[in-house]
């Protein structure tokens, strides 16, 4: 579904999705072209589960598109426009939903921008909540031949929920295997005072603390790992058909897990080749795939359909 190319009137089109929508047209499991700030406007409110992104990460690529957001004259303007979207991102995510963004920073004449962090804290002041700061590790980073720094290996995965009450969070879903006491662990003395949850009290300097105490059982002996840690060693992937960085279908995994129930709805406004769709799709859950280049939108399509 197109709903409009390069530089249409917001006019225009809001005007064809109300004609479109008055005669029941379906946002659900579709591709919709167009400037994503433009899209989310004309969608209904409370309609999604949660939104999985990696936006265009400024000063970064472009992508041709005179809708395209990332090729902004400073960070400012950058942010501005980041912040425009993600609000209305909010009217359309249920009060009980959330946000997942994977972006990562840039360096200008050696300096770093601190993007990341610029985009979280305007999205914090148009409503979202700040839940998890996380760390994607990318094993297989490209190397780099900076003498003055460190290597960059990683980008921020940030986990927002849309308000400050409750929000569906599925811990169990997303554990992780136990680093500690094993079952061939040696530690018979962590087995004795952790191994059961509510159990015996530690003694000592933080004798009668139960939160610490159930951690400790949690990181133990939990029956279904612990709980996920915040830094997420993930190799990066490639698709032969994008000319851009695809992110990876098990770090969709791992949100969509998290986030959407099964049967829910994701939202990504910058689709790109599709990997959350694809994801989607595959594990049950239904999407709304938003991009302003048309050619992107139909390799997306393609992928979803083959599942490659
Ligand atoms: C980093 S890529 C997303 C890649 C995607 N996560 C994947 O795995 O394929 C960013 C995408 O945002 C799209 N984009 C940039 N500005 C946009 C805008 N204003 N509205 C909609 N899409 C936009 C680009 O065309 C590009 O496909």
Redesign the pocket.
Known sequence: MNLGQEAPSVANLRMEFTVKSSVGINVIDEFLC????DVVRQLPESIVDTVV????YYQQRD?G?L????QEISPAAYVERMAELFSELRRVVKPSGSLWMVIGDKYLKGELLGMPWRVCLALKEVGWVLRSDCIWHKPNAMPSSVKTRPTVDHEYIFFFSHSKKDYFYDADAVREPHVTFSESSKMKGGRRHFGKRGGTPEKGKNSGDSNLHDGRWDQAFHPKGRNKRTVWSISLSK?RD?H????PESLVETCLNASCPTGGVVL?????????AMVAKRSGRKYIA????PE?IEI?KKRVETQE
Do not use: L, R
Request: aromatic share 18%; hydrophobic share 35%; glycine share 12%.
């Open positions: 167009g400037n994503a700030v992104t990696s936006p265009p992508y598109s809708q395209q957001i990332g698709f994008a851009f960085a695809v992110y990504d406004p910058f689709s790109g080749a599709g990997t959350t938003i991009d302003c280049v992107y997306a």
